[in-house]
């Protein structure tokens, strides 16, 4: 089956950094598109960042762009998601989500999640 288990999550202070990782299982790495999606209280789920989706590079929700870095270690069939210069409005519960050919950080596009780790941005 396909796994996929997040971590790095915590508490940091705004201004600070974070960098989650995404451990991939049960599936090619290379065939997936792999993404981060948050869930903040009382919000919807937002796509946050992808890799491979579209014409194969990466997206960034605009909220992010410029302070979010998504990669990965192919070796280590981990995906990870830098996050600098956190902000208040950044704590959300994250998802990690694979999906065998996503084109959009639309959350309907991607069939399998993660249990997600909690960011807690203090201000």
């Known amino acids: 089956e396909v796994q996929l288990v997040e971590s790095g999550g915590g508490l940091v202070q705004a201004g600070g950094s974070l960098r989650l990782s995404c451990a991939v299982s049960?599936?090619?790495?290379?065939?997936?598109?792999i993404g981060w999606f948050r869930q903040a209280p009382g919000k919807e789920r937002e796509g946050v960042s992808c890799m491979g989706c579209g014409e194969g590079g990466t997206l960034y929700a605009e909220s992010v762009k410029g302070r979010f870095t998504i990669s990965s270690d192919n070796a280590k069939n981990t995906v990870y998601l830098q996050m600098n210069n956190l902000k208040p409005e950044d704590t959300a519960v994250y998802y990690c989500?694979?999906?065998?050919?996503?084109?959009?950080?639309?959350?309907?596009?991607?069939?399998?999640w993660g249990q997600g780790t909690q960011v807690t941005v203090s201000s």
């Open positions: 989500v694979a999906d065998s050919a996503a084109y959009s950080l639309n959350v309907f596009e991607y069939d399998f």
């Open positions: 049960g599936i090619t790495f290379d065939d997936p598109v």
